[in-house]
């Protein structure tokens, strides 16, 4: 199906260990998105990217690792889990520059470090 | 750097109350500004406001933007159960290059019966 997915939906991991989560679009969109959404903080920006191979730090880059090799995938990788990163993750993506600002959301992964 | 707060945070009415939605924001450079629902997953896209005073609407909710004050609202009229969710509010700084977008805290709606 069309559309923007995410993998694993659920994960729960140990402190210390690397996880990556997933995220994959069908619709060619140039520009990719990690945001973390935790009470009381909204939705706020870990990484993005631009195009293929082309990344930029967002809000709160700390700890996470991206990715992008080909333009419909963007993983996100937490190279050493810590109890702070329990959180909803989401991936979005947009058309890109001089296309609508609307981005689109995968349906989210919920991550508990224990 | 840039800043987007809505108020209140949370808010609890009855079914069939009107509710008014804040959104201020602090942006070096505007583009515009977007809404979005959120029920038990990912969040949806409302509106997306460029323009002052231009009202958008659809149905029961509509949208209108201040750039002179910097603000936007958001209105829902005549609530139902399935309006409660928490709506996001997001502006897009004019960057070149860079099609990020700033999410305000959001405001946890409840409608309740």
């Known amino acids: 199906d069309a559309g923007i997915t995410q993998s694993p939906r659920y994960k729960i991991t140990e402190t210390g260990r690397q996880v990556t989560l997933m995220c994959h679009q069908t619709?060619?969109?140039?520009?990719m998105f990690w945001y973390r959404q935790d009470l009381g903080h909204g939705l706020r920006l870990i990484y993005y990217?631009?195009?293929?191979?082309?990344?930029d730090k967002g809000e709160v880059p700390d700890g996470y690792v991206v990715s992008r090799s080909k333009t419909e995938n963007f993983p996100l990788t937490l190279e050493s889990a810590t109890r702070s990163q329990t959180s909803v993750y989401f991936c979005?993506?947009?058309?890109?520059?001089?296309?609508?600002?609307?981005?689109?959301f995968g349906p989210g992964t919920r991550l508990t470090v224990l | 750097e840039d800043k987007v707060v809505q108020s209140p945070l949370s808010l609890v009415v009855h079914e069939g109350d009107t509710v008014t939605l804040n959104c201020s924001y602090e942006v070096t450079n505007f583009r515009s500004l977007l809404w979005y629902k959120q029920e038990k997953k990912a969040p949806t896209f409302l509106f997306m406001l460029t323009s002052s005073g231009i009202e958008k609407k659809s149905g029961r909710l509509s949208s209108i933007l201040d750039k002179k004050e910097l603000f936007s609202i958001l209105n829902i009229t005549a609530t139902q159960t399935g309006d409660s969710a928490i709506y996001l509010c997001a502006v897009e700084p004019l960057i070149q290059g860079a099609q990020k977008l700033v999410f305000g805290q959001g405001t946890r709606l409840t409608i309740n019966p």
């Open positions: 619709w060619s969109h140039s520009y």
């Open positions: 979005a993506s947009n058309r890109g520059a001089g296309g609508p600002s609307e981005q689109f």
């Open positions: 990217s631009a195009a293929a191979d082309i990344t």
